[in-house]
């Protein structure tokens, strides 16, 4: 299928429905629209965290497809056991894919995420990224960015919340010379769906590491949800890039950043920043960029 | 309006009422959320152009696009208000819920 996938073309039927995730959940929307592309032949495998405690809650069922809630340290290795099952009992046509948080998936996950890609088993594994350990009440986790209140990482008079940058997540991946791998963020949800469909037609392990704002767990009003993920990129502290056949690519790259300060301040876990560490989140972001325009741009 | 509905459920009274195993069926909602909304959003459809960005962007997938108009499924729909804060022609409006 190879249709421009829009809010016009994409199926209307909801395959990740009546879930109980908060009001404005970016994750949330991420599955969603994820299962949409993805289609009815899909087995998903989700870990300890939001998206399962909010679909799994007996007897409700929100998926509408098979899914099941794997130990938290091996998204990786269920999705691919589910793959492989699959293959072994000649079921075609279907696609095995994990959804993990960002904990799930930087932290806890990750030796089961790191084996699936050295095997390159056939699943779609999806990072939903919301910079901390929601589920169990906003702990910092290795892709909270700094300067980030969470309960692990209090902002008081010495410290300013976290003190660690976000883990390069995306690179990692890239560095096992993956078959696919792209971050995305629920700002940029045509763009999102766009390499959900690639990651579909791909044959081997793909990974979408997909930015997606939580109201409860950042502190700002539930309806800004999908314009903040949007901001994220914009003024450059998320960005869109993919990685193929070996090579980086940037798929957006503005000739100017929009304000951090916009972005930050509306959120209550970066309320109390500094200028100063505004600063250092500045210097990070360009940092970044510099090497992705000089890598990544062809 | 082609969405998901609630199925009856009857709480399992002795051991032989539960499923085998840990497992249970799909598409199975027995609970509503509406409950959940302080705030309903309302489309006004002298103002909606059917750009169905509020389709897209619903983390609850809330509203139908199969109709000739955008439905909103209300037993779902916890009023967010991120259809409203994306809606370009501010056609739809945040209308607080009355007891």
Same mark, same amino acid.
């Given at each position: 299928m190879n249709q421009k996938l829009n809010a016009r073309t =994409? %199926? !209307? @039927? $909801?395959?990740? +429905?009546?879930?109980?995730? /908060?009001?404005?959940c970016g994750e949330a929307l991420a599955v969603r629209l994820a299962m949409k592309v993805l289609g009815e032949r899909t087995f998903a495998s989700l870990p300890a965290g939001c998206m399962s405690a909010v679909s799994f809650i007996y007897p409700n069922m929100a998926f509408t497809s098979n899914a099941i809630i794997t130990p938290f340290a091996s998204t990786g290795a269920v999705a691919a056991g589910v793959a492989a099952g699959l293959k072994a009992l000649g079921i075609e046509d279907t696609h095995s894919v994990g959804f993990a948080g960002d904990g799930g998936t930087a932290d806890i996950g990750l030796q089961a995420l790191s084996g699936a890609i050295d095997r390159n088993d056939d699943i779609i594994y999806f /990072?939903?990224? !919301? $910079?901390? +350990?929601?589920? %169990?009440? =906003?702990q910092k986790s290795g892709l909270t960015p700094y300067g980030t209140r969470t309960t692990t990482s209090p902002a008081g008079e010495n410290l300013p919340g976290s003190i660690t940058m976000k883990k390069n997540m995306f690179e990692i991946v890239a560095a096992h010379g993956i078959a696919y791998a792209a971050t995305a963020s629920i700002g940029y949800l045509e763009d999102f769906m766009k390499k959900v469909q690639k990651a579909k037609d791909i044959k081997g392990t793909s990974y979408i590491h997909v930015f997606a704002p939580c109201p409860t767990g950042w502190g700002h009003e539930s309806n800004i949800a999908v314009s903040l993920a949007k901001q994220a990129v914009d003024c450059g502290l998320w960005y869109l890039a993919e990685y193929e056949n070996g090579e980086f690519t940037l798929n957006k790259n503005p000739k100017e950043f929009s304000s951090v300060e916009d972005y930050l301040k509306v959120q209550g876990r970066f309320k109390h920043l500094e200028d100063r560490d505004i600063e250092i989140i500045k210097n990070h972001r360009d940092t970044k960029w510099k090497k992705m325009r000089r890598d990544w741009v062809r | 309006m082609k969405r998901p509905k609630v199925k009856k459920w009857t709480e399992p009274k002795t051991i032989k009422d539960y499923p085998m195993g840990s497992t249970c069926d799909s598409d199975h909602l027995t609970s509503i959320n509406a409950g959940w909304r302080t705030f309903r959003p309302v489309i006004n459809y002298d103002k /909606? *152009?059917?750009?169905?960005r509020c389709f897209l962007v619903c983390p609850d997938g *809330? =509203?139908? @696009?199969?109709? $000739?108009k955008l439905e909103i499924d209300y037993d779902y729909c916890k009023g967010c208000g991120v259809c409203e804060y994306e809606c370009r022609p501010r056609a739809i409006d945040m209308v607080k819920e009355e007891k």
């Open positions: =994409i %199926t !209307n @039927k $909801e395959l990740f +429905y009546g879930h109980k995730a /908060c009001g404005g /990072c939903n990224d !919301n $910079e901390a +350990y929601m589920n %169990t009440g =906003i | /909606c *152009v059917n750009c169905l *809330v =509203i139908d @696009k199969s109709g $000739e």
